[in-house]
């Protein structure tokens, strides 16, 4: 007997045969005595179906976050009332519950949520009266009882945090894909799967732009220390194990993967005053507003006059957001121009093998010169080596960083 959450993304259930198929794949593998609890997304692409609607009232539609969490979170709730009425035609007790009624508690930042508390009280009710429980993943609710989303890729979230807090044996994500690959393997056709990664190098990865993790979710993997299985809708074979620790031996590799983010703006602040406060000035107004920032660079642009440029980056998400917001602070700072490029993408490499071992960033950047790449930002972390590049050569820097990493293993 065992207490297990299974999420299944929004491919796993994108109409309503396979809807049935997921329904029926579950009751297979179920045991007598355990007790099943399913996180699912809004089905195929109806979100970007829905932000394709609220685009048609506003190009610009994040500008209202409550009134995009509002219609955001009916997507799940399609596939969540679906989902249980498939369970329940095949003889199945099942409910659907929003993830206020299993109890998702949240912040009131719209559309980028952090969860603050679970109460699953709801969702162990209806495990003892012997319901499989559907839960709409991607979403809470605030203090106010408002709608609110945790982000793309949210679902994974929701997942691993439920399990968390039922105290769950296992938490299975269910995805289109049948593991953690050391690159997407539809820009790299010679990427591998993993059979393990850690939680701090997935929570890297995931950062960074791998997609098939949101990176909330390996946290709260390693917050409530629950291994997390990331394997195939459509086979049965093993996945990649997401834990603390490897449990086997694997070939030493100097890094883990190749993540990618194309879904990125470069900002550049530029012509203003070499003085203690002007970082926070820029940076404390973006958090207010919630947006994270990334790869920051300052530069001296004259030093006779004292005077810096400041660099970084934003989600193309948050562009909206931001650039108001760094107009106001710069016009205030006397800045000489905010440039804004969104032609760029961002390129790394993770691995804890990278530590104490110099010459891994020469490789990175003699793989892209030998690609005829140009390198335009760097940042590093303990585990981690990421480029801003221009968009339309991605491809190639993903494939020419894989190869001189990979190609022998």
Same mark, same amino acid.
């Given at each position: 007997?065992?207490?297990i ?6 491919s796993?259930?994108g109409?309503t045969?396979?809807?049935m ?8 593998e179920?045991k ?6 399913m996180?699912?997304s809004?089905m195929?692409?109806t ?7 609220a685009?048609?009232i ?5 500008t209202?976050p409550?009134e995009?969490?509002m219609l ?6 399609i596939?969540?009332?679906l989902?249980?009425?498939a369970?329940?035609t095949?003889?199945q ?8 009624m299993?109890?998702?508690h949240t ?9 603050t508390?679970i109460t ?12 499989i ?7 809470g609710?605030d203090e106010?009882?408002d709608p609110?989303?945790l982000?793309r890729?949210g ?6 945090a439920?399990?968390?807090a ?14 953690v ?7 790299v056709?010679s ?7 850690t939680?701090?190098?997935?929570? %890297? ?5 791998? +997609? #098939?993790m949101?990176?909330?979710?390996v946290?709260?993997g @390693?917050?409530?220390? &629950? *291994? ?6 459509f086979t049965?074979?093993?996945?990649t194990m997401i834990?603390?620790d490897?449990?086997?031996e %694997?070939?030493n590799?100097?890094?883990? +993967? #190749?993540?990618?983010?194309?879904k990125v703006v470069?900002? @550049?602040?530029?012509? &203003? *005053?070499n ?8 940076f404390?107004a ?5 947006v ?11 030093i006779?006059k004292?005077?810096?440029d ?8 948050d562009?909206a957001?931001?650039k108001p ?5 710069a016009e205030?700072l006397?800045?000489v121009a905010v ?7 961002k390129?790394?490499?993770v691995?804890?093998g ?15 010169s ?6 335009d ?10 480029c801003?590049?221009?968009?339309d ?6 494939n ?5 990493f990979f190609?022998?293993?």
């Open positions: 007997m065992a207490l959450v299974k999420k299944f993304g929004g796993s259930v109409s045969e396979k809807i198929n997921v329904a029926k794949r579950v009751l297979n179920k007598p005595g355990d007790q099943i609890v996180v699912v809004a195929g692409d979100t970007d179906d829905l932000i394709k609607l685009e048609g506003n190009k610009e539609p994040y209202y409550r995009m969490d955001l979170t009916t997507g799940e709730q596939s969540i009332a989902l249980a009425m369970f329940n095949l003889g007790k099942a409910v659907s519950l929003t993830g206020s299993a109890g998702m912040n009131s930042f719209h559309t980028k949520g952090l969860i508390d699953p009280e709801r969702v162990h009710e209806e495990l003892d009266k012997g319901n429980v559907v839960v709409a993943g991607f979403q609710t106010h009882g609110v989303t982000g890729g679902s994974d979230t929701s997942a691993v439920l399990a968390g039922l105290k769950a044996d296992s938490c299975e994500i269910f995805t289109d894909v049948d593991g690959y050391s690159a997407d393997p539809r820009i056709p990427a591998h799967k993993m059979q393990e990664i939680y701090s190098e997935m929570l %890297e990865m995931a950062r960074l732009g791998a +997609g #098939v949101q990176p909330r979710s946290e709260m @390693a917050y409530f220390n &629950i *291994p997390i299985h990331v394997r195939s809708t049965t074979k093993p996945g834990r603390e490897y449990t086997m %694997e070939k590799f100097d890094i883990r +993967g #190749v993540a990618h983010d194309d470069k900002v @550049a602040v530029l012509g &203003i *005053p003085t203690p406060g002007i970082a926070h000035d820029i404390s973006l958090a207010e507003a919630n994270d920032v990334d790869m920051i660079v300052q530069s001296i642009r004259n006779e004292n005077v810096t400041m660099v970084f980056t934003v989600a193309s998400s562009r957001v931001a917001i760094v107009d106001k602070v205030k006397g800045a440039l804004i490029e969104d032609d760029v993408a390129v790394s490499i691995g804890a990278m530590l104490g071992n110099p010459g891994i960033a020469s490789r990175m950047f003699g793989a892209l030998k690609a005829g790449i140009n390198i930002v760097i940042s590093t972390s303990e585990i981690s080596i990421s801003l590049i221009k968009k050569v991605l491809k190639e820097a993903v020419a960083i894989h190869d001189e190609q022998d293993k």
